[in-house]
């Protein structure tokens, strides 16, 4: 397995940007697509991005709602991946998350995903 922590999130205006990050340790982080996530209280988690093992810009996945705003990243030589968010909405609130699937996919799902971090939390002011 490969242990995640997120961090990053905060509180900002409507409009402004933030950068997450996912930090990766024990297993080898090339091998794992990451993906990202979200989740507001009463509704079910959703896929917003993800980023393939084999690292290509081409090889990225992002909701419809968040595309031309979000863009996620890796660098391997630090285990970490970026989700980079600008033009933030107050519907982009909630609680982020990054996970790992190894030797997966940016088409893979939500269930195929067995290593969580612990989430950390955007809050997007009018």
């Known amino acids: 397995q490969v242990q995640l922590v997120e961090s990053g999130g905060g509180v900002i205006q409507a409009g402004g940007s933030l950068r997450l990050r996912c930090v990766g340790s024990g297993r080898m982080f090339t091998n794992y697509t990451i993906g990202w996530f979200r989740q507001t209280p009463g509704k079910e988690r959703e896929r917003i991005a993800a980023i393939s093992w084999a690292g290509s810009a081409s090889n990225t996945y992002y909701k419809d709602s968040v595309k031309g705003r979000f863009t996620v990243s890796r660098d391997n030589a630090k285990n970490t991946s970026y989700l980079q968010m600008n033009s933030l909405k107050p519907e982009d609130t909630a609680v982020y998350y990054c996970?790992?699937?190894?030797?997966?996919?940016?088409?893979?799902?939500?269930?195929?995903?067995?290593?969580w971090g612990q989430g950390t939390q955007v809050t997007v002011s009018s």
């Open positions: 996970a790992a699937n190894l030797r997966g996919s940016h088409y893979s799902p939500m269930y195929e995903y067995d290593n």
